[in-house]
Protein backbone atom coordinates (compact mmCIF):
# COMPACT_ATOMS: atom_id res chain seq x y z
CA UNK A 1 0.00 0.00 0.00
CA UNK A 2 1.64 3.49 -1.01
CA UNK A 3 0.98 6.50 -0.35
CA UNK A 4 2.96 8.71 -2.37
CA UNK A 5 2.93 12.74 -3.32
CA UNK A 6 -0.54 11.98 -2.79
CA UNK A 7 -0.55 15.34 -0.87
CA UNK A 8 0.27 17.10 -4.58
CA UNK A 9 -2.40 17.48 -6.69
CA UNK A 10 -5.08 19.34 -6.40
CA UNK A 11 -5.15 20.96 -2.81
CA UNK A 12 -6.45 25.03 -3.72
CA UNK A 13 -6.04 27.58 -1.13
CA UNK A 14 -6.90 26.63 2.08
CA UNK A 15 -10.49 27.98 3.76
CA UNK A 16 -10.82 30.32 1.16
CA UNK A 17 -14.50 31.17 1.22
CA UNK A 18 -15.05 29.95 4.70
CA UNK A 19 -16.30 31.46 8.19
CA UNK A 20 -13.50 30.09 9.95
CA UNK A 21 -12.31 32.32 12.74
CA UNK A 22 -8.79 32.94 13.84
CA UNK A 23 -10.37 31.68 17.33
CA UNK A 24 -11.28 28.20 16.13
CA UNK A 25 -8.24 27.90 13.90
CA UNK A 26 -5.96 28.62 16.53
CA UNK A 27 -7.88 26.26 18.84
CA UNK A 28 -7.54 23.45 16.19
CA UNK A 29 -4.08 24.14 15.53
CA UNK A 30 -3.29 24.13 19.69
CA UNK A 31 -5.00 20.82 19.78
CA UNK A 32 -2.83 19.49 16.87
CA UNK A 33 0.22 20.92 18.67
CA UNK A 34 -0.48 18.87 21.89
CA UNK A 35 -0.59 15.96 19.78
CA UNK A 36 -4.62 15.04 20.57
CA UNK A 37 -6.34 13.00 18.19
CA UNK A 38 -9.11 14.79 16.12
CA UNK A 39 -12.26 12.54 15.53
CA UNK A 40 -14.25 12.37 12.82
CA UNK A 41 -17.39 14.95 14.40
CA UNK A 42 -14.46 17.07 15.53
CA UNK A 43 -14.77 20.63 14.18
CA UNK A 44 -11.61 20.80 11.61
CA UNK A 45 -11.05 23.63 9.60
CA UNK A 46 -11.81 22.79 5.42
CA UNK A 47 -8.45 22.68 4.51
CA UNK A 48 -7.62 20.11 6.85
CA UNK A 49 -10.50 18.36 5.67
CA UNK A 50 -10.16 18.78 1.94
CA UNK A 51 -6.46 17.51 2.33
CA UNK A 52 -7.13 14.69 3.98
CA UNK A 53 -10.20 13.48 2.00
CA UNK A 54 -7.99 13.83 -0.69
CA UNK A 55 -4.88 12.36 0.80
CA UNK A 56 -7.10 9.30 2.06
CA UNK A 57 -9.13 8.71 -1.12
CA UNK A 58 -6.10 8.70 -3.52
CA UNK A 59 -4.24 6.38 -0.49
CA UNK A 60 -7.10 3.64 -1.21
CA UNK A 61 -7.19 4.11 -5.36
CA UNK A 62 -3.42 3.29 -4.98
CA UNK A 63 -4.51 0.00 -3.40
CA UNK A 64 -7.40 -0.85 -5.41
CA UNK A 65 -5.09 -0.15 -8.57
CA UNK A 66 -2.18 -1.48 -6.85
CA UNK A 67 -3.56 -4.62 -7.44
CA UNK A 68 -3.35 -4.75 -11.31
CA UNK A 69 0.45 -5.20 -11.77
CA UNK A 70 0.50 -8.01 -9.34
CA UNK A 71 -3.10 -9.54 -10.48
CA UNK A 72 -1.78 -10.19 -13.65
CA UNK A 73 1.02 -12.85 -12.42
CA UNK A 74 -1.65 -14.84 -10.14
CA UNK A 75 -2.50 -17.28 -12.98
CA UNK A 76 1.77 -17.04 -14.21
CA UNK A 77 2.98 -17.48 -10.68
CA UNK A 78 6.00 -20.54 -10.63
CA UNK A 79 4.20 -22.25 -7.86
CA UNK A 80 1.08 -23.15 -5.80
CA UNK A 81 2.88 -21.72 -2.35
CA UNK A 82 3.58 -18.75 -4.33
CA UNK A 83 0.26 -17.99 -5.99
CA UNK A 84 -1.65 -18.94 -2.69
CA UNK A 85 0.56 -16.22 -1.69
CA UNK A 86 0.49 -13.66 -4.42
CA UNK A 87 -3.10 -14.17 -3.79
CA UNK A 88 -3.44 -13.31 -0.29
CA UNK A 89 -0.91 -10.25 -0.93
CA UNK A 90 -3.43 -8.92 -3.74
CA UNK A 91 -6.57 -9.47 -1.50
CA UNK A 92 -4.61 -7.66 1.53
CA UNK A 93 -4.70 -4.38 -1.21
CA UNK A 94 -8.43 -4.51 -1.89
CA UNK A 95 -8.75 -4.32 2.15
CA UNK A 96 -6.26 -1.88 2.53
CA UNK A 97 -8.65 0.01 -0.11
CA UNK A 98 -11.79 -0.85 2.24
CA UNK A 99 -9.62 -0.01 5.26
CA UNK A 100 -8.89 3.60 3.76
CA UNK A 101 -12.21 4.42 2.10
CA UNK A 102 -14.17 3.70 5.27
CA UNK A 103 -11.20 6.10 7.14
CA UNK A 104 -12.38 8.91 4.24
CA UNK A 105 -15.69 8.20 4.51
CA UNK A 106 -15.66 9.61 8.35
CA UNK A 107 -14.54 12.76 6.78
CA UNK A 108 -18.11 13.15 4.79
CA UNK A 109 -17.28 12.24 1.57
CA UNK A 110 -19.28 8.77 0.37
CA UNK A 111 -17.41 6.19 -0.57
CA UNK A 112 -19.17 5.89 -4.18
CA UNK A 113 -18.16 9.58 -4.20
CA UNK A 114 -14.44 9.13 -3.89
CA UNK A 115 -14.96 6.06 -6.78
CA UNK A 116 -16.61 7.99 -8.88
CA UNK A 117 -13.50 11.00 -8.79
CA UNK A 118 -11.12 7.73 -9.49
CA UNK A 119 -13.18 6.39 -12.61
CA UNK A 120 -13.61 10.08 -13.74
CA UNK A 121 -9.97 10.65 -13.88
CA UNK A 122 -10.52 13.24 -11.50
CA UNK A 123 -8.80 11.56 -8.59
CA UNK A 124 -4.84 10.17 -8.51
CA UNK A 125 -3.03 7.15 -7.52
CA UNK A 126 0.20 6.28 -6.84
CA UNK A 127 2.61 6.52 -9.69
CA UNK A 128 3.89 3.51 -9.45
CA UNK A 129 1.46 1.47 -10.50
CA UNK A 130 1.87 2.62 -13.98
CA UNK A 131 4.58 0.56 -14.94
CA UNK A 132 4.35 -3.16 -16.63
CA UNK A 133 4.93 -6.23 -14.57
CA UNK A 134 6.91 -8.05 -17.47
CA UNK A 135 8.48 -10.72 -15.15
CA UNK A 136 7.84 -12.70 -12.47
CA UNK A 137 11.13 -10.81 -10.80
CA UNK A 138 8.65 -7.79 -11.00
CA UNK A 139 6.32 -9.41 -8.37
CA UNK A 140 9.56 -9.76 -6.05
CA UNK A 141 10.74 -6.31 -6.71
CA UNK A 142 7.24 -4.31 -6.31
CA UNK A 143 6.78 -6.16 -2.90
CA UNK A 144 10.33 -5.34 -1.47
CA UNK A 145 10.70 -1.70 -3.09
CA UNK A 146 7.39 -0.41 -3.33
CA UNK A 147 5.92 -2.02 -0.54
CA UNK A 148 9.27 -0.59 1.68
CA UNK A 149 8.56 2.51 0.02
CA UNK A 150 5.21 2.35 0.87
CA UNK A 151 5.80 1.13 4.72
CA UNK A 152 8.43 3.93 4.96
CA UNK A 153 5.52 6.43 4.42
CA UNK A 154 3.18 4.71 6.23
CA UNK A 155 4.64 4.29 9.54
CA UNK A 156 4.42 7.88 10.19
CA UNK A 157 1.18 8.33 9.21
CA UNK A 158 0.29 5.84 11.94
CA UNK A 159 0.93 8.83 14.36
CA UNK A 160 -1.17 10.84 12.03
CA UNK A 161 -3.34 13.76 13.49
CA UNK A 162 -6.50 12.22 12.16
CA UNK A 163 -7.86 9.34 14.31
CA UNK A 164 -9.25 7.38 11.79
CA UNK A 165 -6.79 7.65 9.12
CA UNK A 166 -4.08 6.83 11.79
CA UNK A 167 -5.73 3.36 13.16
CA UNK A 168 -6.79 2.29 9.52
CA UNK A 169 -2.69 2.55 8.90
CA UNK A 170 -1.81 0.59 12.12
CA UNK A 171 -3.76 -2.06 10.78
CA UNK A 172 -2.00 -1.98 7.23
CA UNK A 173 0.70 -1.76 8.68
CA UNK A 174 1.08 -4.97 10.21
CA UNK A 175 -0.06 -6.55 7.26
CA UNK A 176 2.80 -4.60 5.15
CA UNK A 177 5.70 -6.00 6.61
CA UNK A 178 4.26 -9.64 5.05
CA UNK A 179 4.16 -7.90 2.00
CA UNK A 180 7.87 -6.41 1.72
CA UNK A 181 9.19 -9.45 3.20
CA UNK A 182 7.36 -12.12 0.01
CA UNK A 183 9.17 -9.72 -1.93
CA UNK A 184 12.49 -10.08 -0.89
CA UNK A 185 11.90 -13.87 -0.83
CA UNK A 186 11.31 -13.77 -4.52
CA UNK A 187 14.42 -12.05 -5.31
CA UNK A 188 15.81 -14.28 -2.47
CA UNK A 189 15.32 -17.35 -4.44
CA UNK A 190 15.92 -15.99 -7.97
CA UNK A 191 19.09 -14.42 -7.07
CA UNK A 192 20.51 -17.91 -5.46
CA UNK A 193 19.23 -19.46 -8.97
CA UNK A 194 20.83 -19.61 -12.17
CA UNK A 195 22.77 -17.57 -14.19
CA UNK A 196 19.08 -16.68 -16.19
CA UNK A 197 17.18 -15.92 -13.06
CA UNK A 198 19.46 -13.93 -11.52
CA UNK A 199 19.19 -11.95 -14.21
CA UNK A 200 15.86 -11.65 -14.01
CA UNK A 201 15.96 -10.14 -11.05
CA UNK A 202 18.53 -7.29 -11.69
CA UNK A 203 16.32 -6.79 -14.56
CA UNK A 204 13.52 -6.35 -12.54
CA UNK A 205 16.12 -3.88 -10.23
CA UNK A 206 16.85 -2.06 -13.17
CA UNK A 207 13.46 -0.87 -14.01
CA UNK A 208 11.94 -0.57 -10.51
CA UNK A 209 14.02 1.28 -8.39
CA UNK A 210 13.73 4.93 -10.00
CA UNK A 211 10.49 4.80 -10.02
CA UNK A 212 10.35 3.40 -6.40
CA UNK A 213 12.39 5.92 -5.17
CA UNK A 214 10.20 9.02 -6.98
CA UNK A 215 7.06 7.26 -5.03
CA UNK A 216 8.27 9.74 -1.99
CA UNK A 217 7.48 12.86 -4.37
CA UNK A 218 9.07 15.82 -5.39
CA UNK A 219 12.06 17.07 -3.10
CA UNK A 220 11.26 19.11 -0.33
CA UNK A 221 11.97 22.30 -2.04
CA UNK A 222 9.44 21.74 -4.23
CA UNK A 223 6.99 20.34 -2.55
CA UNK A 224 4.47 22.94 -2.44
CA UNK A 225 1.72 21.96 0.45
CA UNK A 226 4.27 19.55 2.91
CA UNK A 227 4.84 22.48 5.26
CA UNK A 228 0.97 22.75 6.00
CA UNK A 229 0.38 19.36 6.61
CA UNK A 230 3.14 18.96 8.45
CA UNK A 231 2.00 21.72 10.61
CA UNK A 232 -1.16 19.55 10.60
CA UNK A 233 1.13 16.70 11.61
CA UNK A 234 -0.75 14.36 8.77
CA UNK A 235 2.95 14.19 7.46
CA UNK A 236 5.80 13.53 9.75
CA UNK A 237 8.52 13.50 8.03
CA UNK A 238 9.65 15.16 4.79
CA UNK A 239 9.47 13.74 1.17
CA UNK A 240 13.41 13.77 0.89
CA UNK A 241 14.09 12.56 4.86
CA UNK A 242 11.72 9.81 3.78
CA UNK A 243 13.68 8.82 0.66
CA UNK A 244 17.01 9.03 2.07
CA UNK A 245 15.98 6.61 4.77
CA UNK A 246 14.25 3.98 2.16
CA UNK A 247 18.11 4.15 0.41
CA UNK A 248 19.38 3.59 3.22
CA UNK A 249 18.23 0.73 4.42
CA UNK A 250 17.43 -0.61 0.85
CA UNK A 251 20.91 -0.25 -1.02
CA UNK A 252 22.85 -2.94 1.77
CA UNK A 253 19.61 -5.31 1.03
CA UNK A 254 20.58 -5.42 -2.78
CA UNK A 255 24.41 -5.50 -1.70
CA UNK A 256 23.28 -8.95 0.30
CA UNK A 257 20.80 -10.56 -3.10
CA UNK A 258 24.19 -9.95 -5.05
CA UNK A 259 22.33 -6.88 -7.17
CA UNK A 260 23.31 -3.80 -8.18
CA UNK A 261 21.19 -0.62 -8.03
CA UNK A 262 20.96 1.11 -10.92
CA UNK A 263 22.74 4.41 -10.15
CA UNK A 264 26.65 5.27 -10.72
CA UNK A 265 26.62 8.00 -8.42
CA UNK A 266 25.41 6.27 -5.42
CA UNK A 267 28.04 6.46 -2.68
CA UNK A 268 27.98 6.01 0.76
CA UNK A 269 29.28 8.68 2.46
CA UNK A 270 31.09 8.10 5.65
CA UNK A 271 30.44 11.32 6.84
CA UNK A 272 26.96 11.68 7.05
CA UNK A 273 26.12 7.81 7.48
CA UNK A 274 24.32 8.27 4.61
CA UNK A 275 24.26 6.70 0.99
CA UNK A 276 24.58 10.36 -1.36
CA UNK A 277 22.67 9.35 -4.77
CA UNK A 278 22.24 10.44 -8.64
CA UNK A 279 19.67 12.91 -9.76
CA UNK A 280 15.84 12.09 -10.40
CA UNK A 281 14.27 12.21 -13.78
CA UNK A 282 11.63 14.12 -12.20
CA UNK A 283 10.63 14.67 -15.89
CA UNK A 284 9.36 11.17 -15.59
CA UNK A 285 7.59 11.48 -12.61
CA UNK A 286 5.23 14.22 -14.00
CA UNK A 287 4.53 12.75 -17.39
CA UNK A 288 3.35 9.38 -15.77
CA UNK A 289 1.39 11.86 -13.13
CA UNK A 290 0.12 13.87 -15.87
CA UNK A 291 -1.52 10.30 -17.24
CA UNK A 292 1.19 9.72 -19.59
CA UNK A 293 3.14 6.39 -18.43
CA UNK A 294 3.45 3.60 -19.90
CA UNK A 295 0.74 1.68 -18.47
CA UNK A 296 -2.04 4.89 -16.92
CA UNK A 297 -4.77 4.37 -20.04
CA UNK A 298 -5.01 0.26 -19.08
CA UNK A 299 -4.86 0.52 -15.76
CA UNK A 300 -8.23 2.94 -15.85
CA UNK A 301 -9.39 1.25 -18.52
CA UNK A 302 -9.44 -2.12 -16.45
CA UNK A 303 -10.39 -0.72 -13.45
CA UNK A 304 -14.05 0.93 -15.29
CA UNK A 305 -14.63 -2.40 -17.03
CA UNK A 306 -14.29 -4.41 -13.59
CA UNK A 307 -16.77 -1.91 -12.09
CA UNK A 308 -18.94 -1.75 -14.90
CA UNK A 309 -18.59 -5.96 -14.58
CA UNK A 310 -20.08 -5.52 -11.49
CA UNK A 311 -23.15 -3.69 -11.39
CA UNK A 312 -25.26 -6.50 -12.34
CA UNK A 313 -23.94 -7.97 -9.04
CA UNK A 314 -24.50 -4.52 -7.27
CA UNK A 315 -27.84 -4.77 -8.46
CA UNK A 316 -28.89 -8.15 -7.77
CA UNK A 317 -27.61 -7.95 -4.05
CA UNK A 318 -29.82 -4.75 -3.83
CA UNK A 319 -32.59 -6.64 -4.96
CA UNK A 320 -32.12 -9.68 -3.18
CA UNK A 321 -31.83 -6.85 0.02
CA UNK A 322 -35.40 -5.39 -0.71
CA UNK A 323 -36.99 -8.38 -1.56
CA UNK A 324 -36.13 -9.77 1.87
CA UNK A 325 -36.88 -6.39 3.49
CA UNK A 326 -40.39 -6.50 2.12
CA UNK A 327 -41.03 -10.16 3.21
CA UNK A 328 -40.17 -8.92 6.78
CA UNK A 329 -42.52 -6.10 6.51
CA UNK A 330 -45.47 -8.06 5.29
CA UNK B 1 -22.60 2.76 -10.21
CA UNK B 2 -25.55 1.59 -8.35
CA UNK B 3 -28.15 3.96 -7.93
CA UNK B 4 -28.62 3.80 -3.94
CA UNK B 5 -25.51 3.01 -2.28
CA UNK B 6 -25.40 0.53 0.09
CA UNK B 7 -25.87 1.31 3.91
CA UNK B 8 -22.49 1.91 5.92
CA UNK B 9 -22.14 -0.61 8.68
CA UNK B 10 -19.78 -0.07 12.43
CA UNK B 11 -17.97 -3.45 12.53
CA UNK B 12 -16.60 -4.49 16.45
CA UNK B 13 -14.49 -7.64 16.43
CA UNK B 14 -14.08 -9.59 19.60
CA UNK B 15 -10.53 -10.80 19.62
CA UNK B 16 -10.60 -13.53 22.14
CA UNK B 17 -12.95 -15.35 24.72
CA UNK B 18 -12.72 -12.63 27.84
CA UNK B 19 -12.32 -9.54 26.02
CA UNK B 20 -14.67 -7.07 24.59
CA UNK B 21 -16.03 -6.06 21.07
CA UNK B 22 -14.05 -3.11 20.02
CA UNK B 23 -14.93 -0.71 16.95
CA UNK B 24 -12.67 -1.59 14.13
CA UNK B 25 -13.84 0.01 10.94
CA UNK B 26 -17.08 -0.08 8.86
CA UNK B 27 -17.91 -1.73 5.72
CA UNK B 28 -20.71 -1.39 3.10
CA UNK B 29 -23.21 -3.98 2.34
CA UNK B 30 -26.54 -4.00 1.03
CA UNK B 31 -28.60 -6.20 3.86
CA UNK B 32 -27.26 -7.82 7.07
CA UNK B 33 -25.99 -11.14 6.08
CA UNK B 34 -23.48 -9.47 3.47
CA UNK B 35 -22.48 -7.20 6.19
CA UNK B 36 -21.21 -10.07 8.58
CA UNK B 37 -19.50 -11.43 5.54
CA UNK B 38 -17.63 -8.46 4.40
CA UNK B 39 -16.40 -7.32 7.99
CA UNK B 40 -15.23 -10.92 8.30
CA UNK B 41 -13.22 -10.80 4.52
CA UNK B 42 -12.11 -7.29 5.46
CA UNK B 43 -11.17 -7.10 9.02
CA UNK B 44 -10.23 -10.75 9.81
CA UNK B 45 -8.34 -12.15 7.19
CA UNK B 46 -5.37 -12.98 10.07
CA UNK B 47 -7.41 -14.72 12.66
CA UNK B 48 -8.28 -11.01 14.14
CA UNK B 49 -11.70 -12.01 16.13
CA UNK B 50 -13.88 -14.87 17.28
CA UNK B 51 -16.82 -12.90 17.13
CA UNK B 52 -18.67 -9.97 14.92
CA UNK B 53 -21.04 -7.65 15.68
CA UNK B 54 -22.47 -5.31 12.62
CA UNK B 55 -24.57 -2.53 13.14
CA UNK B 56 -26.45 0.28 10.82
CA UNK B 57 -24.34 3.47 11.28
CA UNK B 58 -27.24 5.17 11.04
CA UNK B 59 -28.24 2.94 14.38
CA UNK B 60 -25.75 4.89 16.48
CA UNK B 61 -26.88 7.45 19.20
CA UNK B 62 -23.60 9.23 19.73
CA UNK B 63 -23.39 12.15 21.98
CA UNK B 64 -21.98 15.27 20.16
CA UNK B 65 -18.16 16.13 20.67
CA UNK B 66 -18.77 20.20 20.78
CA UNK B 67 -21.01 19.37 23.73
CA UNK B 68 -18.73 17.07 25.50
CA UNK B 69 -17.47 19.44 27.78
CA UNK B 70 -20.68 20.35 29.04
CA UNK B 71 -22.17 16.69 28.68
CA UNK B 72 -19.28 15.26 30.86
CA UNK B 73 -18.82 17.87 33.12
CA UNK B 74 -20.84 16.59 36.33
CA UNK B 75 -18.20 13.92 36.51
CA UNK B 76 -15.13 16.50 36.53
CA UNK B 77 -15.90 17.60 40.36
CA UNK B 78 -16.66 14.56 41.71
CA UNK B 79 -13.35 13.86 42.68
CA UNK B 80 -14.29 11.54 46.02
CA UNK B 81 -15.16 8.92 43.48
CA UNK B 82 -11.51 7.95 43.30
CA UNK B 83 -9.96 6.30 45.95
CA UNK B 84 -6.26 8.19 45.77
CA UNK B 85 -8.82 11.33 47.36
CA UNK B 86 -8.59 10.02 50.80
CA UNK B 87 -5.52 10.03 52.72
CA UNK B 88 -4.62 6.13 54.62
CA UNK B 89 -2.56 7.17 57.84
CA UNK B 90 0.68 5.33 58.33
CA UNK B 91 0.01 1.83 59.52
CA UNK B 92 -2.93 1.50 58.07
CA UNK B 93 -2.79 -1.56 55.79
CA UNK B 94 -4.46 -3.53 53.45
CA UNK B 95 -7.29 -0.97 52.56
Known amino acids: MYTQGLDQKGQTANNRGTTESQEQLAAFQRRIDAEEKIEAKDWMPEGYRRTLVRQISQHAHSEIIGMQPEGNWLTRAPTLKRKAILLAKVQDEAGHGLYLYSAGETLGTSRDQMVGDLLSGKAKYSSIFNYPTLTWADIGAIGWLVDGAAI ?9 SYGPYARAMVRVCKEESFHQRQGFDIMLALSRGTAAQQAMAQDALNRWWWPSIMMFGPNDSNSRHSAQSMAWKIKRFSNDELRQKFIDVTV ?8 KVPDDDLEFDKLTGHYRFGEIDWQELSDVIAGNGPCNRQRMARRRQAHDDGAW ?11 QAAKKAA | MSKREWPLY ?11 HRHAGSIHAADDQ ?6 RDTYTRRSEGVSLWVV ?10 AESAAFFE ?5 IYRHPTFYEIPDGVDNL
Open chain 1, 152 to 160: MNQIPLCRC
Open chain 1, 252 to 259: PQAEFLGL
Open chain 1, 313 to 323: VRKAAQAYADK
Open chain 2, 10 to 20: EVFIRSKAGLS
Open chain 2, 34 to 39: MALDHA
Open chain 2, 56 to 65: RSSAIVASDP
Open chain 2, 74 to 78: PAKDK
